[in-house]
């Protein structure tokens, strides 16, 4: 399943770790291909330390989470996870279509590909070269949502790959206090945007800053994410198709 975007920094590392969560705690074998190699974010949310290794066929062991979830990312790769990665565009698209081909991923169940945005050589080298059974897509309340949805949409029409959901991240704040909520990037758009493109599921993940508190400790696996449990049901029901 690729978690894809029009634009960076929209939360598609959160909702991709958030759904290898949730799908691992219903008793299924998940795994996240990191494939925003310039940006890598994964192995930080799942607090993942050290340098992947070889397991002697010419293959990659991909390290495990706490609860037993496969990444790769090529921060595993780097003996200082603050290294940029200073490469351009087809080196990095090799290097992500080797995440498929060359790590010893075994059993796995459910694959999230963690994108970098936009629609350049890394989402093509992916659409063309793994084989996808569907996208979500990750936006937020701006007003340019629905031009940069539709970047993606068209992307994922012009690969014959089905849209399962669109999750709108930062949709609101809801105040400890009092329990009302606040749209503080405007009022949310998904389930307009939705319609517009023929999307059937939708989800609004909320600004709180317990999750962010928790996802910079590397312990994404105790948020709770119930807020996107409607996608993972679906990508479930596909799965089990």
């Known amino acids: 399943i690729g978690v894809v975007s029009g634009k960076g ?9 958030m759904l290898a969560v949730l799908l691992n705690r219903r008793g299924y074998k998940t795994a996240i291909l990191d494939a925003d ?3 890598p974010s994964i192995p930080k949310e799942f607090g993942l330390k050290g340098e992947v290794l070889g397991d002697g066929k010419g293959g990659i062991i991909p390290l495990e989470t706490k609860t037993g979830i496969k990444v790769m990312s090529v921060n595993l790769l780097l003996p200082d996870e603050t290294s940029p990665v ?3 565009g087809p080196v990095i698209a090799g290097t992500v279509k080797q ?7 075994n059993e796995v169940d459910y694959m999230f ?3 970098p945005p936009g629609t350049g050589d890394v989402p093509l080298t992916v659409f063309q070269s793994l084989p996808i059974d569907g996208v979500v897509i990750v936006t937020t309340p701006q007003d340019l949502v629905s031009m940069i949805v539709a970047k993606a949409v068209n992307m994922a029409k012009l690969m014959n790959v089905p849209v399962l959901g669109i999750v709108e991240n930062m949709s609101y704040y809801k105040c400890p206090d009092c ?3 606040h749209a503080i990037f405007g009022e949310s758009k998904v389930d307009k945007v939705a319609k517009e493109f023929g999307i059937e599921n939708t989800a609004r993940l909320p600004i ?3 999750i962010a508190a928790m996802v910079d400790a590397g312990e994404v696996e105790s948020v709770d994410g119930g807020n996107i449990s409607g996608i993972a049901d679906v990508i479930e029901r596909r799965g089990n198709k």
């Open 208 to 210: 709180d800053p317990v």
């Open 86 to 88: 200073v490469w351009r």
């Open 113 to 115: 590909v963690d994108m």
């Open 99 to 105: 995440f498929w081909t060359d790590v010893a991923w």
């Open 37 to 39: 190699v310039t940006g």
């Open 9 to 17: 920094g929209v939360g598609k590392s959160l909702v991709s770790s």
């Open 179 to 181: 329990g009302k909520e």
